[in-house]
């Protein structure tokens, strides 16, 4: 039995693992903390899959493996494939009368970081959405290239300093808004489309087993505090993760049916902008004479987008 | 169950069809594709034969070749019968996952209809995309014409999902020429050509709830040489001999002879030409037309082009005087590969024989019997004077002023 009591933190967190301890992610890494959530969320059998990026490469190092459930990666644009091929292999097999356990329906999970979802595996994500294999996608979005040593990507938020888009002299640093990929994946129509964070573990594990419990393709946008390039002490995770939530810049919230948009998470007391900036390294220098009009730029954005899906979710659509 | 497809022991099939046959005969758990000129007729009517009821495997019409061939590696990692197929840009695009379904020992069999890759854009045949695939680590199967296409599909299947061998398998065949052209197939009945393929025997399935497994793990270097080094153990040691039994199965069955190396007046041949795909049966015509005129022309057709029989190829060159090495795709800075093949297979064997290149065909321009005639005179002057005659590499049905080089 792997799904835990949600009940408890402490009888979640000594839950029976699929997804072992020994692996090679950074200590304090979220990824480990959001698999983990994800694979436990269900008693059933799964078939996973990763993209290329932190997670596969600190997991799967031959000859040894952190998986204890059916794993498979391919490259770094087509971990939704890979599972989306094993999922029509289950269903030929299935009509055929070839499954070995034909009593059991596993779950098929693909796990990608941002890279792999919001830029350069797009395309087959899409595509997989499109043709609705029943399956979840589950992005780990730590805003940057974290496996390559921290590169931009499209998730990158406005201001981060990346290594391809250094702040210097002259320049504050990633010039690009974040992709809203929440918007772009419940366009699609996929039948569940949530934002998660490991912090708020109880909202996690309700919208992962809700995701199971959904047929078609569903989508999790994970945030991810990633201690090495977001720079922080790899102690804070979870406070990191907490300002995220709790300042809404990470706003938890689904959409069902491409349509009904559910905030799950309302903050007691909404801490402001600058209090999750100032604890990374990665906006540091945002602190400056030069650069601080744009902390307010950032409030300002957080505070629209939490309007808006405010509005998205009394409109009832 | 799929419904029965009456099939006529002789039926007009263009390469493309045979393919398909062959497909849905295997009765295919995946295929998933995406369509490309010359190719897309085999996704039709695979499509077709969904539609009908003749196939119930699943199809997932993929966005992108590379989508197909990544699907098609997790269908093959879950643990079931996996076929797609492919043209030149779709070819290159799928390359990527080319080398991962070959590394991850997975027995995909890939149709590719040979097509010229652009710039400039070309629909018609050439073998650019067969050898941009050389080092994939997949065997190569090639074809001649429409018949081929349909037994060597079925022979594609039953080696590559060989459990000495789990290696992807492409069958190769040339754009419109084979694909496009109707000829006589001879069939077999659906039941004794799934025989003839066997059942699909899982291994290592991702399916297998009971016993989970890990694929595509990270080999840095400490274990990539190795992996890489069985990966080409079994590429070299195990596929030849059993090609070879699959091919004497097929001829007990129907009596249809095919080699590892086809040979055609090769016996006493004082010059050969070698070359692969239509234009085999092409110069086997030429070399008959010379033989009437008493010239000793023998042709050696490529059937296997990976894994490269150079033992077998040497063996049926050893006797003769002059070579002709005949590649359809452009060498882009050094001699072409099939001259380099011979070259590799002939070096230390103590032969004479003067070898030389020639470039044809690309994008689909047709090789005319004159320009095999043309060929064949080289190689007598060569074989006469025991020395090159002409420039070691040459263009020929190139329009322009002459094109040859070393
Ligand atoms: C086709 C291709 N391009 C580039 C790379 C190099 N690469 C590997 S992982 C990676 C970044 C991964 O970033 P992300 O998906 O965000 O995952 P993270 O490591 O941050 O968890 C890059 C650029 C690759 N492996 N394949
Ligand atoms: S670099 Fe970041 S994402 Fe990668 S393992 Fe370390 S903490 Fe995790
Ligand atoms: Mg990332």
Redesign the interface.
């Known amino acids: 039995m792997f799904q835990a009591k949600t009940k408890n933190l402490k009888n979640f967190s000594t839950s029976a693992e699929r997804f072992e301890g020994a692996n090679l992610l950074c200590p304090g890494c979220a990824h480990s903390i959001i698999v983990r959530e994800v694979l436990n969320a269900t008693n059933d059998n799964l078939i996973l899959a990763a993209s290329t990026g932190c997670l596969e490469v600190c997991t799967a190092v031959y000859p040894h493996t952190s998986w204890d459930a059916s794993w498979i990666h391919i490259g770094f644009e087509n971990g939704s494939s890979a599972v989306a091929g094993a999922e029509a292999m289950y269903k030929a097999l299935k009509n055929k009368g070839r499954l070995k356990q034909p009593d059991r329906t596993p779950k098929f999970v693909a796990f990608g970081g941002d890279g792999a979802t919001y830029d350069i595996g797009f395309q087959w994500i899409s595509g997989c959405f499109e043709r609705g294999h029943d399956m979840m996608y589950v992005c780990l979005d730590n805003e940057v290239y974290a496996n390559t040593g921290g590169q931009r990507s499209s998730s990158t938020p406005i201001g981060a300093s990346a290594t391809t888009t250094p702040a210097g002299r002259i320049s504050y640093g990633e010039k690009q808004n974040k992709k809203d990929i929440m918007a772009i994946m419940a366009a699609h129509g996929a039948p569940y489309v949530a934002q998660v964070a490991p912090n708020k573990w109880k909202d996690m594990v309700a919208k992962i087993q809700k995701g199971f419990a959904t047929e078609g393709p569903v989508f999790i946008n994970a945030m991810s505090a990633c201690t090495t390039e977001w720079k922080f002490a790899p102690e804070d995770t979870i406070a990191i993760s907490d300002l995220a939530t709790d300042s809404l810049v990470f706003p938890l919230y689904e959409i069902i049916d491409g349509t009904k948009l559910n905030i799950t998470y309302r903050p007691k007391n909404v801490i402001p902008v600058r209090d999750y900036l100032g604890a990374q390294g990665r906006f540091k220098h945002l602190f400056t004479k030069q650069n601080e009009y744009l902390i307010d730029e950032w409030q300002a954005r957080v505070d629209a987008k939490w309007e808006q899906l405010q509005r998205r979710e009394e409109a009832c659509l | 169950m799929a419904e029965l497809f009456e099939l006529h022991d002789i039926e007009v099939w263009d390469g493309n069809m045979a393919a398909s046959h062959a497909l849905r005969q295997a009765q295919v758990?995946?295929v998933?594709a995406y369509p490309i000129t010359p190719s897309t007729p085999i996704v039709e009517n695979y499509a077709n034969f969904m539609a009908n009821g003749y196939v119930?495997?699943?199809f997932?019409?993929?966005?992108?070749e590379?989508?197909a061939m990544?699907?098609?590696?997790?269908?093959?990692?879950?643990?079931?019968r996996?076929a797609t197929a492919t043209s030149s840009q779709g070819f290159a695009l799928m390359l990527?996952?080319l080398y991962?379904a070959s590394g991850?020992r997975l027995p995909i069999v890939l149709n590719v209809v040979n097509r010229a890759i652009g710039a400039p854009l070309n629909v018609n045949g050439d073998h650019s995309d067969m050898y941009m695939g050389r080092d994939s680590g997949w065997i190569q199967i090639d074809c001649y014409n429409p018949q081929d296409a349909y037994d060597m599909n079925l022979v594609a299947f039953r080696v590559s999902e060989d459990h000495d061998i789990r290696l992807p398998a492409m069958v190769h065949q040339d754009g419109f020429m084979t694909s496009h052209t109707a000829q006589r197939v001879k069939t077999l009945a659906d039941d004794v050509a799934y025989k003839f393929i066997g059942e699909f025997k899982p291994m290592n399935?991702?399916?297998?709830?009971?016993h989970?497994?890990?694929?595509?793990?990270?080999?840095?270097e400490d274990?990539h040489f190795e992996?890489k080094a069985r990966q080409h153990h079994a590429l070299m040691s195990a596929v030849l001999p059993k090609i070879q039994e699959a091919f004497d199965a097929l001829k007990a069955l129907t009596g249809r002879q095919y080699n590892i190396v086809e040979s055609y007046n090769m016996d006493d041949a004082d010059i050969a030409i070698v070359c692969m795909g239509t234009s085999v049966e092409t110069a086997e015509e030429v070399s008959n037309e010379l033989r009437a005129q008493g010239i000793k022309a023998g042709v050696v057709g490529i059937r296997i082009f990976r894994p490269f029989p150079l033992e077998q190829i040497a063996d049926v060159l050893k006797g003769c005087k002059a070579i002709a090495a005949l590649d359809r795709s452009s060498p882009n800075g050094t001699v072409g590969a099939l001259f380099n093949e011979l070259a590799g297979a002939l070096f230390n064997t103590g032969t004479h024989a003067v070898l030389t290149n020639y470039i044809y065909g690309l994008g689909g321009r047709d090789l005319t019997k004159s320009s095999l005639h043309s060929i064949y005179r080289d190689l007598q002057a060569n074989a006469e004077a025991g020395c090159p005659t002409t420039s070691l590499q040459q263009f020929t049905g190139l329009r322009g002023p002459k094109l040859s080089f070393f």
């Open positions: 758990d995946v998933a119930d495997g699943e997932v019409m993929a966005e992108s590379h989508g990544s699907c098609c590696i997790g269908a093959s990692a879950a643990g079931g996996v990527e996952t991962s991850m399935d991702m399916l297998d709830l009971d989970p497994v890990t694929h595509g793990a990270q080999t840095e274990w992996h």
